[in-house]
């Protein structure tokens, strides 16, 4: 007599850990992926990406037969499963979910929404972006299928449907997975303080009384700090856009430059939107945001780089105009520090280095304070605060929770139901 047949999951990676989160869902001959990006340790050093290196570093896990065989890997684990079908999902642009996709097996399908496929490709448009494909030229992005909101793929007898949610990260979604025996969810990275609120609320009505939901619990993995007196506090993406607005009235005669992380298209428009000064981007910025959100902004060319086709030839300025000003523009800046003006400001919203563990960070702090430019960060979590992730909880009311990309998954817990706290490779059969 044969046996019922079961939905299993396996966490490859991202466990007690943030980022890098590679989750296997399998029933019968079909499994799915998500996600498909690598751990951030930049203290590490590394001196090259290959995935002979990632594996080593244990930055990303071993999966048997995901990874493009011109790579030359050899897979190590004891999984002796041939499957029928595969797909891999993306829940978002960030690079711990996404980084490595050009070493995904090109006949694998890589499925994600519309928005983060049209952002990955025109923020890799030189190749600097994603982790490059040895086989390809430069500036190659693996084919992806974007998907609308809803959408529903079949990958033999699971089906996976896309559901967006607010992240900073524009176009982040949630997968509601479905087997014969079982529904499961996987949050990505959502949270409920930006602008797609809804998205999130959305998504937890559909997620409710799911068998398993697979969370996210960043906000949870770092205790309490010292107030740091360059940070300006907000707790909502229009507090965010009200501060810069703040800065620049009262700094009307003073160089104002900025960064932030390009994925966040939301703050950059919102910033365009209210800015009392005109925002200048950098030429791959504003391409990115014409090419996702038909927006055309000012821009300039940090490098001596091949025009941009998509940038409004009258849009242009050049960057010793940006250099001398003082009064009219607020301008991205992107490299080249060392030649702002004395006595300038530059604010750092959620741009890189992202923070004091990365060893560029103080480097970066030095060279501005060399240069007597004010240094104001003025940032904003893409993660549900901790009381939020609760809320979260407590409008899906799961069965099963377990915590994932978090550095404390013991602090999220399950009043609805059980709890499962899985070790890197466990196995969870449903």
């Known amino acids: 007599m044969e046996s019922k047949a079961k939905t299993t999951v396996t966490f490859h990676s991202g466990i007690l850990t943030i980022g890098g989160t590679i989750i296997e869902v399998a029933y019968k001959d079909a499994h799915i992926f998500f996600d498909f990006g690598?751990?951030?340790?930049?203290?590490?050093?590394?001196?090259?990406?290959?995935?002979?290196?990632?594996?080593?570093?244990?930055l990303v896990p071993e999966?048997?037969?995901?990874?493009?065989?011109?790579?030359?890997?050899?897979?190590?684990?004891?999984?002796?499963?041939?499957?029928?079908?595969?797909?891999?999902?993306?829940?978002?642009?960030?690079?711990?979910?996404?980084?490595?996709?050009?070493?995904?097996?090109?006949?694998?399908?890589?499925?994600?929404?519309?928005?983060?496929?049209?952002?990955?490709?025109?923020?890799?448009?030189?190749?600097?972006?994603?982790?490059?494909?040895?086989?390809?030229?430069?500036?190659f992005t693996r084919e992806m299928t974007g998907l609308n909101a809803h959408d529903v793929v079949q990958v033999g007898e699971i089906s996976v449907e896309i559901v967006p949610v607010d992240?900073?990260?524009?176009?982040?979604?949630?997968?509601?997975?479905?087997?014969?025996?079982?529904?499961l969810v996987y949050t990505g990275d959502l949270r409920l303080h930006?602008?797609?609120?809804?998205?999130?609320?959305?998504?937890?009505?559909?997620?409710?009384?799911?068998?398993?939901?697979?969370?996210?619990?960043?906000?949870?993995s770092f205790p309490e700090r010292e107030p740091d007196p360059s940070q300006i506090t907000v707790s909502s993406e229009e507090e965010?856009?009200?501060?810069?607005?703040?800065?620049?009235?009262?700094?009307?005669?003073?160089?104002?430059?900025?960064?932030?992380?390009?994925?966040?298209?939301?703050?950059?428009?919102?910033?365009?939107?209210?800015?009392p000064r005109t925002v200048v981007l950098e030429a791959t910025m504003a391409a990115l945001l014409k090419e996702v959100s038909d927006i055309n902004v000012c821009y300039y060319y940090a490098e001596e780089n091949n025009k941009i086709q998509a940038l409004d030839p009258a849009l242009e300025l050049?960057?010793?105009?940006?250099?001398?000003?003082?009064?009219?523009?607020?301008?991205?800046?992107?490299?080249?520090?060392?030649?702002?003006?004395?006595?300038?400001?530059?604010?750092?919203?959620?741009?890189?280095?992202?923070?004091?563990?990365?060893?560029?960070?103080?480097?970066?702090?030095?060279?501005?304070?060399?240069?007597?430019?004010?240094?104001?960060?003025?940032?904003l979590s893409g993660h549900a605060h901790p009381d939020d992730l609760k809320e979260i909880i407590r409008m899906i009311e799961p069965k099963l929770l377990v915590p994932i990309h978090t550095l404390k998954p013991e602090k999220l817990e399950n009043p609805y139901g059980e709890r499962i706290l899985p070790n890197r490779g466990d196995n969870i059969i449903l």
Not at 38 to 58: F, I, V
């Open 63 to 139: 999966l048997k037969g995901l990874y493009d065989e011109r790579l030359g890997y050899t897979y190590q684990g004891n999984d002796e499963k041939e499957y029928r079908h595969t797909a891999v999902f993306l829940s978002h642009a960030h690079l711990d979910h996404s980084k490595m996709i050009n070493y995904l097996d090109p006949k694998i399908p890589l499925y994600t929404m519309k928005e983060t496929k049209a952002i990955l490709h025109s923020l890799n448009r030189n190749g600097d972006f994603l982790i490059a494909s040895p086989f390809e030229k430069s500036g």
């Open 240 to 275: 965010l856009i009200q501060e810069f607005v703040r800065l620049m009235e009262e700094n009307l005669n003073r160089q104002i430059t900025f960064n932030g992380y390009p994925a966040n298209v939301l703050r950059f428009a919102k910033l365009i939107e209210y800015s």
């Open 318 to 379: 050049s960057y010793e105009v940006l250099l001398n000003d003082q009064t009219e523009y607020i301008w991205q800046v992107v490299n080249k520090i060392e030649n702002l003006q004395g006595g300038g400001l530059y604010v750092h919203s959620d741009a890189q280095p992202l923070g004091d563990f990365d060893p560029q960070y103080v480097i970066f702090l030095n060279l501005l304070k060399d240069l007597q430019v004010e240094f104001v960060r003025l940032s």
């Open 167 to 183: 992240h900073d990260a524009y176009g982040a979604a949630a997968l509601l997975i479905r087997t014969p025996d079982h529904f």
């Open 194 to 220: 930006g602008y797609d609120r809804a998205n999130t609320e959305a998504f937890c009505q559909q997620a409710k009384h799911t068998d398993l939901l697979m969370m996210e619990g960043v906000s949870i």
């Open 38 to 58: 690598t751990e951030y340790r930049p203290e590490l050093g590394l001196q090259d990406e290959s995935l002979a290196t990632l594996l080593k570093n244990r």
